[in-house]
């Protein structure tokens, strides 16, 4: 995709090999300019066909933008089972935002079957790669004992801290 000045934006399409990573990069900023309305009208229709596009080809942050869209419901039906497959996808290449949604999708058993041991798996991976999401969620599992932690206020001091850093 191109884009030109003007009164507003003019896409202009043109395609690159599958599977170049640029492309999935391109598809997946295309999504983001029609989820959000930059440069272009917001169409969030248009942003799950650039984000189904570039997350098919394995773009992590085009998978996690999709799971996130199915978690809500936004411009689909929501759909926690997809959502949990796109974020899954995601979570497994190492994407922290995704591995969080993924945690907090444990937690509640939507789309998966709730697993607090497999949710706190997820949290500490994302809170490892500096996730202050994951840092935070953490920070209140040890302090509170949730999903099977104990309370353990070092740990929740040591969380919190690095989620304020």
């Known amino acids: 995709m191109a884009v030109t000045a003007g009164q507003g934006a003019q896409i202009i399409p043109f395609r690159s090999p599958r599977h170049d990573p640029m492309q999935l990069k391109v598809e997946y900023l295309m999504g983001v300019m029609y989820e959000y309305g930059y440069g272009v009208e917001s169409d969030i229709h248009e942003a799950l066909r650039w984000y189904r596009g570039a ?18 419901g936004l411009g689909v039906g929501r759909d926690s089972e997809r959502a949990a497959y796109w974020l899954h996808r995601a979570a497994e290449q190492g994407h922290s935002g995704a591995q969080t ?65």
């Open 55 to 72: 997350a098919e080809q394995g773009l992590a942050q085009a998978q996690n933008s999709l799971g996130f869209m199915y978690s809500l």
């Open 101 to 165: 949604n993924l945690g907090i999708l444990y937690t509640s058993g939507r789309g998966v079957e709730r697993d607090e041991e497999e949710a706190v798996y997820w949290f500490r991976s994302a809170a490892r790669s500096g996730n202050r999401q994951a840092q935070e969620l953490l920070a209140s599992a040890y302090s509170r004992g949730w999903y099977g932690l104990p309370r353990d206020p070092l740990q929740a001091n040591f969380w919190r801290q690095r989620a304020t850093g």
